[in-house]
């Protein structure tokens, strides 16, 4: 079955100021879309607007997966509806393991530790790792993979993740990319990536690739605009806010 993200008009402020200024968006699940864009363009307030951070007020627009307007949600009944959000700095949380999170969002717990430990592997991380406490004590290329091993539990509908590449060696990259290309077609899953750097999208194929500039698209192509933009910057894209 295909289920569809759909962001509209959204308009959303940050500390009084408007960052995301009309940003429109559309996918499928089971395609791979690259957010890209200079620093300030906008892409990691969608990412924060999408999961409901109170920091972020929205002022207009609305998202939403196969009809069910998300923006009324909370964080949970988000995650319940299809969306899964991993961001650029994974939160630790003291007193809670990797399991209890996953039963909290809702995961089948038939066999949960085994398939917990199954996924750990598919992207080599240690399962023991999986004991302790919600990214704490754990490398960022740990705390990466750990989110990998919530995709592939939670087999969300869609799953944005926010510079998940910050901060990775190439192995952990390509450990990443791979799970992340393997659920779109898994359980057809939506992959939105938002991200600086053309190195991930060599093992993340994307089906389209979205520059924001002032706050909303101002650009969409295939592949082939890494190579543009990996050539000539964002200069040809940039604009500014009136």
């Not at 299809?82 to 038939?110: F, H, K, N, S, Y």
């Not at 539990?153 to 992340?180: H, M, N, Q, T, W």
């Not at 899953?189 to 520059?211: D, K, S």
Request: glycine residues 10%; proline residues 4%.
């Amino acid at each position: 079955m295909t289920s569809t993200l759909k962001i509209e008009g959204l308009r959303v402020e940050v500390a009084g100021k408007e960052v995301l200024r009309g940003f429109d968006l559309a996918m499928s699940s089971g395609e791979v879309h690259a957010i890209m864009g200079p620093n300030g363009s906008g892409k990691s307030t969608l990412a924060h607007a999408l999961a409901g951070h109170p920091g972020y007020k929205v002022l207009d627009g609305s998202v939403t997966i196969d009809g069910v307007e998300l923006l009324e949600l909370s964080a949970t009944e988000r995650a319940r509806h299809g969306l899964l959000l991993a961001l650029q700095q994974p939160m630790e949380i003291p007193g809670v393991r990797p399991i209890d999170l996953l039963v909290a969002a809702g995961a089948d717990t038939i066999n949960l530790r085994e398939r917990m430990s199954d996924e750990a592997r598919s992207v080599e991380l240690r399962p023991d790792v999986l004991d302790r406490f919600v990214n704490l004590d754990l490398s960022g290329g740990e705390r990466k993979r750990a989110e990998m091993v919530q995709v592939g539990i939670l087999r969300p509908k869609f799953a944005v993740l926010d510079e998940i590449d910050s901060g990775l060696d190439v192995d952990a990259l390509g450990a990443v990319a791979r799970r992340l290309q393997r659920a779109t077609t898994e359980w057809n899953c939506g992959v939105m990536v938002i991200t600086h750097f053309r190195r991930l999208l060599l093992e993340l194929i994307p089906t389209m690739i979205h520059v924001v500039s002032g706050g909303r698209v101002v650009a969409t192509g295939g592949p082939e605009l890494s190579e543009i933009l990996e050539k000539d910057g964002y200069e040809p894209f940039r604009v500014t806010n009136a």
